[in-house]
């Protein structure tokens, strides 16, 4: 069975559309956020919206990646619940790669308003990135982290290193979120 993958990543780049290859490469199926999969089709990469399996979206395509079908692909961990996700139509989500809004980065800016950081607070791809960390799936938070990803497939996939990797990269995702809730605990104390 194909395994699939969530894709959302504010920067439309060269590593997004490299991770999208290599998994595609190994039979990985994709899914993304509007954003990333108009990017990825246009690059002759497939890719389906989320939106598609959610529902349409409400408040600007805003709260797409926050749906209890998301978060039961990612949290799903008995075989009880891969039978309800079958029953479901709700695929097993076994690895998420989130590139955060710049929120760190506009908190910096001398020219940052409130409504500048609120525009660029991402919380959906936090979540993504917490809840994957919980689920032990492949929680990627960071573009350095494609190299190991990649070097995993060339070794074959071995089930022992992917839950070594798992672990991992939990560790780095919620760094990660903390990092990126921090800069913004510290911009609002400010104010």
């Keep these: 069975m194909n395994k699939t993958a969530l894709l959302t990543s504010y ?10 290859g290599i998994l595609v490469k190994n039979g990985w199926n994709i899914l993304g956020s509007a954003g990333t999969t108009n990017y990825l089709k246009e690059n002759g990469i497939a890719c389906k919206d989320v939106a598609d ?41 076994d690895l998420v790669y989130v590139n955060l809004y710049p929120l760190e980065k506009e908190t910096r800016s001398p020219q940052a308003k409130p409504e500048s950081v609120l525009e660029k607070t991402d919380i959906g791809g936090p979540t993504l990135l917490r809840a994957a960390a919980k689920g ?32 991992r990269f939990a560790a780095e995702a919620e760094r990660r979120v903390a990092g990126y809730v921090s800069a913004s605990a510290q911009y609002w104390e400010k104010k």
């Design 53 to 93: 399996m959610v529902g349409p979206p409400i408040l600007g395509h805003r709260v797409v990646t926050l749906s209890r079908e998301i978060y039961a692909g990612l949290l799903a961990s008995t075989p009880e619940d891969f039978a309800e996700l079958k029953r479901l139509d709700i695929p097993n989500i």
């Design 136 to 167: 032990r799936r492949l929680a990627l938070s960071n573009s350095e982290q494609i190299e190991t990803l990649e070097s995993w497939f060339s070794r074959g996939s071995p089930e022992k290193e992917r839950e070594q990797m798992a672990i």
């Design 11 to 20: 920067a439309k780049d060269e590593p997004l559309l490299r991770l999208a």
